[in-house]
């Protein structure tokens, strides 16, 4: 995890106001869209879906990924 610095920024007031930027804000993950994306993804049941409809040419006997796995890899 990257660490950031606690020193504040003060911008340019606007109208009479400061505005102070504070990067005290703890631990951040950019990853947490994509938990939001695979909850919408099983309620909606997109991947499973297209997994359902779309034709998989590769041999059932040589696959380990099912093909609604490579789906939710790929979006």
Not at 17 to 30: E, N, Q
Not at 40 to 58: K, N
């Amino acid at each position: 995890m990257t660490k950031c610095n606690g020193a504040a920024v003060e911008f340019p007031g606007f109208r009479g106001r400061k505005i102070p930027a504070d990067f005290s804000g703890g631990d951040l993950t950019r990853d947490g869209g994509l938990l939001v994306l695979r909850q919408v993804d099983c309620w909606l049941g997109l991947t499973q879906r297209l997994a359902e409809r779309l034709p998989d040419p590769r041999d059932p006997e040589r696959i380990t990924p099912s093909l609604q796995t490579l789906w939710r890899q790929r979006l």
